[in-house]
C-alpha cells in the first residue's frame, strides 16, 4: 500500500511539471503566433513597396524612351546645331523630314 502511495504522488508531481511545461508551451505558441502575423504584414508592406518602385522606374523609363523615339508632339520643330551646319528635323503627318543647310549671315 504504502508504494502505491508513493507512486502515485510522483505520478502527481511529473503531472503537475507536464501541465507547468504545457502552459509554457501554450505562451509560446500565442507569442509566436503574434510575431508571425507582425512579420508576415512587415514582409507584405515591403514586397507592394517594392512593386510600386519599380512599376514607376519601369514607367518612367518608358516615358522617356516614349518620349525619346517619338519626339514630343507630332508637329514638333527641332533645330540641331553641329559644326557650322544647321540639321532640320521635322515631324509631321508621321514622316520625317530632314533639311541640312549651311547657315548665311541672313539666318544666324
Known sequence: MEDNVKTMVNN????EKLE???TNLKESAVLFQKDAKKTESVMFWRKITLYII???VVGMLCGVS???FVGGSED????VVKEEHIYDYRFTNGTLSHNDTIPTAETE
Open 66 to 68: 516614349i518620349f525619346h
Open 54 to 56: 519599380i512599376t514607376l
Open 20 to 22: 507547468k511545461k504545457s
Open 76 to 79: 514638333s520643330d527641332s533645330t
Open 12 to 15: 502527481m508531481d511529473d503531472v
